[in-house]
């Protein structure tokens, strides 16, 4: 519930940058830069549901974690490539952090169920 509760305070607040000055206007930087704050939200979300969890578990599982995280910090990086072809536009700027937050959501509503 904690976790929806904080997606959904995310996702307003990504509302509103861009809905606000030069993002609302189109401006690709100034939304780009929404959604770049709005993975960092995630992200930090993320580590602080990581640590609490790492913190709640015994010792022993604290390990299986570690490898689990590593091994979805290199499944999200695949999941959510740069694309750097040309031709693709200013668009990526959007859409890369965008995927990043997709995959950190996630993974956060996972962290809070793993025992």
């Not at 100034?30 to 704050?37: E, I």
């Not at 580590?47 to 010792?59: C, D, E, G, L, S």
């Not at 910090?73 to 750097?84: F, L, N, Q, S, T």
């Amino acid at each position: 519930m904690l976790a929806l509760a904080l997606v959904l305070a995310a996702t307003t607040q990504l509302d509103r940058c861009l809905n606000e000055g030069e993002a609302a206007r189109g401006v690709t930087p100034a939304m780009s830069a929404c959604y770049v704050a709005d993975y960092q939200r995630a992200d930090a979300q993320l580590n602080a549901t990581y640590n609490a969890v790492m913190k709640r578990i015994p010792v022993a599982r604290r390990a299986v974690l570690r490898a689990s995280q590593r091994a979805w910090i290199r499944k999200r990086d695949a999941a959510c490539p740069i694309d750097d072809h040309p031709g693709v536009g200013t668009i990526e700027t959007l859409n890369h952090p965008a995927c990043l937050t997709k995959q950190t959501t996630r993974r956060t509503s996972w962290l809070t169920r793993f025992r």
